[in-house]
């Protein structure tokens, strides 16, 4: 080992696996080379390691998982023992991790790998946060990419800090490792939460790449529920939008009772059931909206409060 090997520290590749059998041995290649890269540099200790996290996956990805780690140390694996998601996969990944630092990436390799180099070049520099960053998402699907920047969008609107293009692609030094875990919260969205936990931060730039095979797991329909999930676990605008619409609806509300009575007093009223039903139909409509999103809220407190476990482990190897 070169020159500064006792300053290397061990690196976990956290990796959320579901239903992604069709790429794993493909990805566990990849990542095995990567990894043994860094070891070879002296950047990362030996003892270094990727473990995969099953998310409950129906297909084989388990019994792949097992086999790469019998026959290699470099492979570790935790299966779960139902689909809870990738941000609580990653969740369970960032708990079984001892010592060190460590690396989320999703299986599909849709993030190269080697701005890893990058990654630990600025951990060893002293950072305990760095993030990737998707420069360039061409290779994505146009459904992808404009979901996505409206996604980026949206939660800018709504005042949740986040770092754009930044999926889960970072590096967690230990003590941001740990800050991270001391947040409890049921609805977990960790793209909020690490750029709270503070310390020394970096980013690396990267292409994003096609998946690999497989397909997206994230349907418009996750995605959608990932961004309630931010919003209303990190900000409170949507409330006070509804009471700035209170207010405009209200003012409005005025100029039209005055309009009535002048209206009443010096012309001659027409009596209009379509202008009554457009108003009845437009106010209950609001009221029912802003009913749905104070109740957005509601069901968050509800799922915090009873502090279900957000996943079970059942097997680790
Ligand atoms: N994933 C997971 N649990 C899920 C959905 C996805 O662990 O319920 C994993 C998936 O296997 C992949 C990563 O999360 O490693 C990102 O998913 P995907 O590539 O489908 O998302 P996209 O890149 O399309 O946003
Ligand atoms: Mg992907």
Known sequence: MPEG?????????IVPC????????QSAH?????????????????????????????????????????????????KLSRNVGHQNALLAGLMAVQVGACITIDADLQDPV???????????????????????RTSDTFFKRTTARFFYRF???MGVESIENHADYRLLGPKARKAVLSFT???LYLRGIVPLVGFQTASVYYTRAPRVGGKSKYTLLRMVALALRGVTSFSVVPLRMIAL?????????????????????????????????????????????????????????YTEVKRRPRFFVEQTL
């Open 185 to 187: 919260e049921e609805n």
């Open 5 to 13: 090997a006792e300053l290397a520290e061990t690196l976990t590749l």
């Open 245 to 301: 619409l209170g207010v405009s609806v209200f003012l409005l509300g005025l100029l039209s009772m005055v309009w009535s009575v002048v209206d009443k007093l010096f012309f001659q009223p027409a009596v209009g059931w379509a202008s009554l039903n457009a108003v009845i139909c437009l106010i209950g409509g609001l009221q029912m909206l802003a009913l749905g999103i104070v109740g957005e809220y509601i069901g968050c407190i």
């Open 30 to 78: 990849v990542l095995e080379k990567q990894l043994q890269a860094l070891i070879k540099a002296g950047l990362v200790a030996q003892q270094s390691k990727i473990l995969f996290v099953d998310d409950g996956s129906t297909d084989q990805t388990w019994a792949v998982i097992a086999d790469l780690a019998a026959r290699s140390s470099s492979f570790s694996g935790v």
């Open 155 to 157: 939660m800018t609107i």
């Open 114 to 136: 080697d701005v890893m180099n990058d990654m630990v070049a600025h951990y060893r520099g002293g950072c305990q946060v760095v993030y990737g960053i998707r420069q360039d």
């Open 18 to 25: 579901y239903n992604e059998q069709p790429i794993l041995l």
